[in-house]
């Protein structure tokens, strides 16, 4: 009986550091490139996320006040957002970031309705704006999957 709780402690210690080692996200270097992705709260709209597409890759589904950190390679990067995740014969909206070497890009994301639809409206925006808008903010639970 012994040697059964030993082994199953031993299992379950095991799974635990296994999967402390994986999720830990990578340490961003003096030239990594960051483009993170914000949305601001908003009552319209607070139960609809958006999947954000970073090159046409879904990267996460982006919920109410929650931001991303997307690393980027310098260059021209596009991100786009569809409602659900579904693209159904068009994107929602999309925005093209130029990035640089060392560089930290931000994009507020906000819902703009009409009378026949939701759409997200995606903008860049300063470093000062955003962390105005981000202050309150945490991490998407998606992030874990993208800093893999």
């Known amino acids: ?12 210690a095991g799974i ?3 999967k402390a080692a994986i999720s830990a996200p990578k340490k961003p ?3 990594s490139t960051f ?3 914000y949305r601001v709260g908003q009552f319209n709209g607070a139960a609809a996320n958006w999947a954000i597409f970073l090159d046409g890759e879904k990267k996460c589904k982006l919920s109410n006040n929650k931001y991303m950190r997307l690393p980027v390679t310098p260059g021209k990067h596009k991100i786009s957002a569809h409602i659900g995740g579904a693209s159904l014969f ?3 909206t999309e925005i093209d970031i130029d990035a ?3 560089g930290n890009y931000y994009v507020a994301c906000n819902i703009k309705q ?4 939701a759409r997200l409206e995606m903008l860049e925006v300063t470093k000062s704006t955003a962390a105005k808008q981000m202050e309150k903010m945490s991490l ?9």
């Open 16 to 18: 635990f550091f296994s």
């Open 29 to 31: 270097t003096g030239d």
């Open 140 to 148: 998407d639970n998606c992030q874990e999957n993208i800093d893999q």
């Open 90 to 92: 068009k994107k929602e």
């Open 114 to 117: 009409s009378i026949t639809r």
């Open 1 to 12: 009986m012994r040697k059964i709780l030993f082994f199953t402690a031993l299992f379950i």
């Open 35 to 37: 483009i993170y992705v």
């Open 100 to 102: 640089t070497t060392g």
